[in-house]
């Protein structure tokens, strides 16, 4: 038995785009080139401690936005709403990051290990059971994945 294999409605084939996706596919290659240089030059010249304000703003901002982004990603797939993908997707960025900046800003002993383990049981499963959910949910994709992934 043949199984015909269609393309993942996701996949837009480039003819259909927007004339204004060259140039912007462009601009953002080359903003994400330029970072490059730009990292190697605060690699070398930012002071390695420093004496933030509004630290404990900064901290409780990004837990909020992790629990809005928790919350809001379990609300839209509970109701089955595509938006859901969008939030899964950007809320396992935000775990990856949190876990990051956990651990490099954690002081050496119990605090560096505590930030450790966070990090290795809690925030980057999480990160990856939010970007599992965000793959499977894109459109073309159901809950046994792509007619091309059944053929594998």
């Not at 996701?10 to 462009?26: D, Q, Y």
């Not at 949190?98 to 002081?107: E, G, H, P, S, Y």
């Not at 599992?132 to 459109?139: D, F, H, K, M, Q």
């Amino acid at each position: 038995m043949s199984t015909l294999v269609t393309p993942p409605r996701c996949v837009t084939p480039a003819r259909s785009l927007p004339t204004a996706a060259g140039p912007l596919s462009t601009a953002l290659v080359c903003g994400g080139a330029a970072l490059l240089p730009w990292m190697v030059v605060l690699a070398r010249t930012l002071p390695a401690t420093a004496e933030v304000r509004n630290w404990s703003s900064a901290w409780v901002g990004l837990d909020a936005a992790l629990a809005v982004g928790l919350v809001g990603t379990g609300l839209l797939l509970r109701r089955r709403d595509r938006r859901h993908v969008l939030a899964a997707a950007a809320t396992s960025a935000l775990l990856v990051m949190d876990a990051w900046f956990d651990v490099l800003t954690a002081r050496p002993g119990a605090e560096l290990l505590t930030a450790g383990l966070l990090a290795v049981c809690v925030e980057l499963p999480l990160a990856g059971v939010c970007a599992r959910i965000a793959v499977r949910g894109l459109p073309g994709r159901g809950a046994e994945g792509s007619p091309q992934d059944r053929l594998a």
